[in-house]
Every structure is written in structure tokens, then in C-alpha cells.
């Protein structure tokens, strides 16, 4: 009986892999022509980053795609890069490159399985169904060693999903949690079933802030696949460009970014525009999972109360009710998403560190950090905006 022989590889570019051999990893539920859970990790997403130069050379995000293959077939990969620096990752280890450099070693480079730019949960360690026991193992361990056998100074996992999470603990990875606000459907039959779940006060402050952000003096439009045209992109660039210029100094993606997922991913995208005299002054741009919104970039040229609430938060459960969706991801931090029915829940992280004696230093910390990020949500969740009981709600 011949022995199975299993190989990890690295890919620079997924021009050298299939879309449809990718995908069988990264999204096999979406065979039926279903969506994806995650888009994020599609062929047709990742390639638009490298495509547009927002990875790749000079970006501080070197594409380094990791596969599996058992017996010559591809069974696992997963979207991998060797990072010059700690943006783009939401996930902040700034102190522990400081930590790290002020005592002699060279934190950077790093290598990171992420998507980059995006604070969104999803599988990193990508499998065909039937051996995700086997490829995860193997993506694991190979992209371990490879980590220590470049002499490289840590790997991280970031935004993984809480099975891959668990598994990566008992493995020996370090497990980091920390938190951002998602929207839950309860079963909502309409948005104003959704206001009816919370407090009369919250109730009333947001029907407060939809009045007056629809009152700016124009129109609020939702579009998706053929809706979308390639002059929305022209608009929602320079809104992108000036949040992306505040927030982070420079904006992680490149125009061309846009007109390529424009070709390629219209139907995973959902754009809300406000709009005056058919100009667009504020705009909005998610993502849609198969159960799942993801609101991604805001931007404006023009302030207006209340209009980043209502164009980010309002419409994205407004589409996700209509749409029956389970959840809407807001992204990263933002305690005000609180009131607005956006609940704390817990994400996760996985971290290899070289060194043993910086690594049992880390692993401390994870576990103050870990108690803390628990505190923290359960203190929130008891703010939160919701009737405590039925029979305490005003009519």
C-alpha cells in the first residue's frame, strides 16, 4: 500500500492557482452558485488586491500563498504574506514589536494569515470538504515551520474563526480575543420590529436620527450588481481617500482596487449613496456573506448630522432584515454602535512567537488581555439598548 505524500508550497501570486481550485477551499458552499460566507477570502477578492497594487511590492504586504496538496491535489491554502510593519491588521501588536526590538531582536519581517485590510471573521486555514481535519493540521504545521525555519520572529492568525481558534490553542498557538459590535436578527419581521426590541429611550433616539439624517436635503439610495456604475466609484474614492487620509494617513487601497472588483464582484457588493440633485455626497460600502452584511468604508464630502449613523448602521440592518440575514459586521471598534443595536461579541487571533522566552511573556499577557476583553464585554452588554423584559416596554 502506497503511503499518501503531502507537500506545503508557496505561491507568490494566485495568477499560478486555479479561481474554481481556490474556491473549492475558500467557499465550497457557494458551489450551488449560493454565495460565499465570506467573500473575503474568494479568489476574485484577494486577486483584486494584488491585482491593484494594494499587496505586493512596496506595500508592506508581500503575497506568499500557502497550499497543501495530498497525493498531487490541493486539499488547503490560505492567504498568506510576509508583513513589513503591523497596518492594515486591526489586530495591534505595536507593543510587542517595540517590546521586542528595544530588547535586540527584529520583530519584522512577520509573516500574517489575514485578509489584509479587512477586521472581518471568517476561516483562514481553507480546506475541501472531507479533509479539513487533515489540511488544517498540515497548513498549521507547515506554515509553523516554515515561520522558524526562516528565522522570522512570529506568525500571526488574525480574525479566525472560533473553531479554527480552539484548534489552533491545542495545537500550542497562543489565543488572543478581543472584541468589535455586530448587529444580531432576531427574526426581525421589519426594521420598526427591530425598534419595537429596544428601550422606548434608544427606540426614540434613533427614529430621532434617521428623521434628521434623511432630511440633508437629497436622497438615499441602495445599490448592488447591475445598479452599480463605474461613475459611483469616481465619487466613492475621494470619500474613501479622505476618511482613509484621516484614519490611516494614507489609504490602503488603490484606485484601480475598485474598478476591478466593479468587473468582478458587483454581486457581492452593496453600495448606499446619499444623493443631492443626483450628485453623491456620502457614501457607504458592504459586502454580502451568505448570511452576513459586512460594512467595510464610509466616506463624505459634505457633514450632515446623523448621516454616517443612517447610511452605515440604519440602512445595513435595514437591508440585512429585508434580506433575511443573520448578522451585520460594522467592523472594527466604535463603542457608539452600542446604542444603535450593535452588540459586543468576542473575536479571535492566533500567534507563533520564535522566541521562547518573549513567547511565555506574550502568553501572560494574552491572559490579563483575555479577562479584561471578557469584563469589558459583559459590562457593555448590560448597557446595551434592548428592553431588559417584554412587559417593561413603552407602547
Request: proline share 5%.
Given at each position: 500500500m ?15 492557482i486555479?479561481?474554481?481550485v ?48 495530498l ?38 519581517p ?108 437629497g ?82 464630502s ?38 444603535r443595536g ?36 459583559e ?8 428592553r431588559?423584559t ?6
Amino acid at each position: 500500500m502506497t503511503e499518501a505524500t503531502l507537500e506545503i508550497s508557496l505561491l507568490d501570486s494566485l495568477a499560478a492557482i486555479d479561481e474554481q481550485v481556490w474556491d473549492a477551499c475558500a467557499c465550497p458552499e457557494a458551489s450551488d452558485g449560493g454565495r460565499p460566507f465570506d467573500p473575503f477570502t474568494t479568489h476574485r477578492f484577494l486577486f483584486a488586491l494584488e491585482q491593484s497594487g494594494s499587496v505586493g511590492p512596496g506595500t508592506g504586504w508581500e503575497p506568499r500563498y500557502l497550499n497543501a496538496k495530498l497525493d498531487g491535489q490541493i486539499i488547503g491554502v490560505a492567504p498568506l504574506y510576509a508583513k513589513g510593519h503591523s497596518q492594515g491588521e486591526y489586530i495591534f501588536d505595536h507593543s510587542w514589536a517595540h517590546a521586542y526590538e528595544r530588547a535586540g531582536g527584529q520583530y519584522y519581517p512577520k509573516l500574517q494569515i489575514a485578509v489584509p485590510f479587512t477586521p472581518a471573521t471568517g476561516r483562514r486555514f481553507l480546506t475541501r470538504p472531507g479533509f479539513e481535519q487533515v489540511g488544517l493540521s498540515a497548513l498549521v504545521q507547515g506554515v509553523v515551520k516554515l515561520t522558524a525555519n526562516n528565522g522570522l520572529s512570529s506568525l500571526h492568525i488574525t480574525f479566525c474563526a472560533p473553531e479554527e481558534a480552539e484548534l489552533g490553542r491545542e495545537m500550542g498557538l497562543l489565543h488572543r480575543t478581543s472584541q468589535q459590535f455586530h448587529w444580531i436578527n432576531h427574526d426581525y419581521a421589519d426594521f420598526d420590529a427591530f425598534l419595537a426590541a429596544l428601550s422606548s429611550r434608544k427606540r426614540k433616539n434613533i427614529r430621532k436620527e434617521r428623521k434628521m439624517a434623511q432630511s440633508f436635503g437629497g436622497e438615499i439610495i441602495a445599490l448592488s450588481g447591475q445598479q452599480i456604475e463605474p461613475t459611483h466609484w469616481d465619487a466613492f474614492w475621494d470619500f474613501y481617500q479622505d476618511t482613509g487620509a484621516r484614519k490611516w494617513g494614507t489609504p490602503y487601497l488603490t484606485r484601480e482596487f475598485f474598478d476591478i472588483v466593479h468587473e468582478t464582484m458587483r454581486d457581492d457588493m452593496l453600495l448606499v449613496l446619499a444623493e443631492r440633485d443626483g450628485v453623491p455626497v456620502a457614501g457607504a460600502l458592504n459586502f454580502i456573506g451568505r448570511d452576513t452584511l459586512f460594512g467595510r468604508y464610509w466616506g463624505a464630502s459634505e457633514h450632515h448630522p446623523c448621516l454616517h449613523f443612517e447610511l452605515c448602521y440604519y440602512q445595513a440592518i435595514d437591508y440585512a432584515i429585508r434580506h433575511g440575514m443573520q448578522r451585520v459586521e460594522a467592523g472594527a471598534q466604535g463603542e457608539h454602535k452600542l446604542a444603535r443595536g450593535y452588540m459586543p461579541v468576542t473575536t479571535h487571533s492566533l500567534h507563533w512567537i520564535a522566541d521562547s522566552g518573549f513567547e511565555q511573556a506574550v502568553r501572560e499577557y494574552l491572559q490579563a488581555e483575555a479577562n479584561a476583553v471578557d469584563e469589558e464585554i459583559e459590562i457593555l452588554t448590560s448597557y446595551g439598548p434592548f428592553r431588559k423584559t417584554a412587559s417593561s416596554a413603552d407602547p
